[in-house]
């Protein structure tokens, strides 16, 4: 496969290991250097600090679409080359737990004779410190269970947040290749064949997948909710347009340049009315999904 080299920085044909999950050591053939090589899935590219990975299919350079430019597969697996081999990586389940434990202390036993109105006096305060005891454990419980409310909240609202995000980046890249779909249409003055179809049709259905994953159990956020639904609407004429194009209608350039003006408004709507947790998101994800710039 074809690939920049990280030592020297030629472009090189490099030969592929021969276990692709764990990957392998391969040399240079300019700088004569091993360099690290080995195939990943997808969905790990989010974990990429830029862009330096090679499709599986064709060996050519992936950026941060969600489909490779040279052969048009979607979701391609990819090569990663880099000098050293990674570190791997470990997955922590954070969690939290508690437990009580009475020591008792050494005491030194004795004989007491008691009076029947000191027995009731030490019997009082035992059930008194019983009563402490108690008290104390329910405003213990209490606390735990309002911080652990409070814990999924915030979870909850993260998860919000992060599928939110995510399903704006699907929709602009999906809009990108429907774009690029009708500016074919024009030029041929033809419909679109079979395997542009599909390729849309797998695309919405991409989009569709991970608009699915926002949810909003509360209903705080129907606001959001409406505006991204609006803007998915526009998006949705646009593919339509170009699934049903015959590429011959003369008002073919005025009906995209009017469903793309329709876009910009809804876009527009959504960055200005947006709350701060997505606005804060966008920031935080922008240099992942630069297609989201127009939104921070």
Known sequence: MKCLCPDCSNTVELQEPSS????????????????????????????????????????????????????????????????????????????FSFSFERKAKAVRQETFDFSEDEEAAVSKSGGRKKIVYALLAIVLISVLGAGFVLYQGMAKETAFNESFVKTLYVIKMSQSMVDNKLKKVIEQQTPLDKADISSLNSSIKEVDMVKGLIIDESGSRSSDISMLNNFYQKYVDLYDLARTAAGTEPDLPDKIERIHSEIQKAEGRLKAGMSEGLREEIQAKVLRYPPLKSLS
Do not use: I
């Open 20 to 95: 692709e999950e764990k990957g392998g050591f391969t040399p240079c053939p300019e700088c004569s250097q091993k360099v690290w090589l080995n195939r990943e899935n997808f969905a790990l590219r989010a974990y990429k600090k830029d862009w330096k990975v090679f499709c599986s299919h064709c060996g050519e350079e992936v950026g941060p679409d969600y489909f490779c430019q040279s052969c048009h597969a979607l979701f391609p697996d990819y090569w990663v080359v880099q000098k050293k081999k990674p570190a791997q990586r470990v997955s922590h389940d954070k969690g």
